[in-house]
């Protein structure tokens, strides 16, 4: 079974830079999309950036140029890099993983901006 862990979430402030991670375990990495996605208060969930098994990335336009997103084969993780973080940055930042039809989620991880 496929299993997501996240981590490095925080508080940060405006401005500032945080790095995500999401360990995969459970199945062949690799054949997996991987994407990021956020939960603000009160919100629905939004995709925030996504990388195909291929490499392909595309980001949410409201953290182009900011976000980047990366995918590590020998240590099965996914990565999102946040930079120049904004208070609407805040959320709750979910790992997901996608292959065949099937989707899986990581537990999340709290990503407060504040000064």
């Known amino acids: 079974q496929v299993q997501l862990v996240e981590s490095g979430g925080g508080l940060v402030q405006p401005g500032g830079s945080l790095r995500l991670s999401c360990a995969f375990s459970?199945?062949?990495?690799?054949?997996?999309?991987m994407g990021w996605y956020r939960q603000p208060p009160g919100k629905q969930r939004e995709l925030v950036a996504g990388?195909?098994?291929?490499?392909?990335?595309n980001y949410a336009d409201s953290v182009k140029g900011r976000f980047a997103i990366s995918r590590n084969g020998a240590k099965n993780t996914v990565y999102l890099q946040m930079n120049s973080l904004k208070p609407e940055d805040t959320a709750v930042y979910y790992c997901?993983?996608?292959?065949?039809?099937?989707?899986?989620w990581g537990q999340g991880t709290q990503v407060t901006v504040s000064s």
């Open positions: 459970g199945s062949i990495f690799m054949i997996f999309d």
């Open positions: 990388i195909t098994s291929g490499a392909n990335t």
């Open positions: 997901n993983a996608y292959y065949n039809g099937r989707n899986y």
